[in-house]
């Protein structure tokens, strides 16, 4: 008798955990109309229509948010109109998705660089070098971007202090 209300209790319990892990999708299947806006996406971003590309982007992830590969476009999309801030972000949520996704960690090395964060660029630089041994064109963008450093329009010098 004082079994059955703990056996009773132990399957509702492994019912309720259960239940959303069946609900979920995994990464490889994503949304065919979410993969459908990224592209649209992407063409958007490759004729240097950057506001249709982030609206169609944006589309993708309201349609499925696991889309990495849209995070990551979207992300090339804030560097192009330089808010590297927000690519940043972007990324992060893609390396929440995949922590390896080798885009993301480019791309996101790459606006570190922008922003002058030199040694969080090389710490990304380090993670591509594990993830490609042999080399990758993520790596060789990435050790470009970090050699080149940030271009001028990005950083802005500090206010000069004005003397009376």
């Known amino acids: 008798m004082r079994v059955l209300p703990r056996i009773a209790l132990a399957g509702l319990a492994a019912f309720l955990i259960a239940g959303p892990v069946v ?20 063409a958007h971003y490759s004729a240097g ?24 476009a979207l992300a090339r999309v804030a560097q192009k109109q330089k808010l590297f801030g927000q690519a940043i972000r ?18 996101q090395g790459e606006a570190m660089v922008e922003l002058g964060a030199l040694p969080r660029a090389k710490a990304n630089l380090a993670k591509l070098q594990k993830l490609c041994p042999s080399g990758c064109t993520q790596l060789a963008s990435l050790t ?12 802005k010098p500090p206010p000069t202090p004005k003397t009376n």
């Open 23 to 42: 609900g979920q999708r995994p990464d490889d299947q994503i949304n065919p109309a979410s993969q459908s806006l990224l592209r649209q996406g992407l």
């Open 144 to 155: 470009t971007a970090i050699s080149r450093g940030p271009t001028v329009a990005a950083v």
């Open 90 to 107: 972007f990324t992060n949520k893609a390396l929440a998705l995949e922590p390896a996704d080798v885009d993301a960690i480019a791309v």
């Open 49 to 72: 229509r950057f506001t249709e590309a982030d609206d169609a982007l944006e589309s993708a992830l309201a349609v499925d948010p696991r889309n990495r590969a849209a995070f990551v």
